[in-house]
């Protein structure tokens, strides 16, 4: 709970993951937690902690990450907007500011998360979108991988596709939906569920180009699953293509789930 007469806000963020460390704060400072605080206490010429909605791994993105804060003064919400975004640096924005009620988490109070994976498939690999997109050389077959992706959907434990550092309490998470379209040499899949664990999109991409190569049949999905293991599971995929869309809340909230920053996407 924030301080007595202290105002809680929520944030959304934005950022490109390529140059830190991930979300979380770290002793070399090189994190997006880290570069967005300094530029919040800068602002508000007072410390300022945050907590966010998910955090993400070394050279992940962030379209609308939330986070939550108490401020230490008051501002108004553009204001911490507009002054925070003057000490940040070119890779990160904040893009909007609320007031939310005290009692308001950016992660606890979540009802869900999405995550967009852009991949290209190409013969050779990227080079403008270096960092922006995943790469295949294999020809896909989307038709298989959707079937493939059907055996996920639902609650299930999902162990076979969490990291051995997970922290999470338990390996069940409810998958709401997989949607996976291809958009010229570019392919994008977005992931809804109630939470995910540590690594679990990137080893569900691994997976699905598995099955998607033709390499493995749809239902072979159905196996690594049961087995509740991460040896039965393809490797980790790169995080290049990673973008944590972002949280969402009960509606009467009213927070923002669109940014300006997932309009370039495709």
Known sequence: MPEPGARRLALGVSYRGTAYHGWQSQPDGKTVQDRLERALSKFAAAPVGTLCAGR?????????????????VDRDPFSWVRGTNRYLDADIALQWC????????????ARGRRYRYLL??????????TGLVGWTFRPLDGDAM??????????????????????????????????IRQRGAVWAFDFDASAFLHHMVRNLMGCLLVVG?????????AEVLAACSRDAAAPTFAPDG?????????????????????????
């Open 98 to 109: 609320q007031s939310v009620p005290p009692g308001f988490h950016a992660r606890n109070s």
């Open 213 to 221: 190569s033709g390499r493995e049949p749809p239902g072979w999905m």
């Open 56 to 72: 993400t791994d070394a050279g992940v993105h962030g379209l609308n990450q939330v986070v939550h804060l108490d401020a230490p």
């Open 242 to 266: 990673l973008y944590f869309v972002g949280p969402y809340y009960d509606a009467v909230l009213g927070l923002p789930e669109h940014t300006a920053a997932m309009d370039w996407l495709p």
């Open 120 to 129: 290209r498939e190409s013969p050779v690999r990227p080079a403008l979108e």
């Open 146 to 179: 959707r079937a493939a992706a059907a055996h996920l959907i639902g609650e299930h434990d999902f162990t076979s596709f969490r990291a051995a550092a997970c922290q999470a309490l338990s390996p069940v998470k409810t998958l709401r939906s997989i949607q």
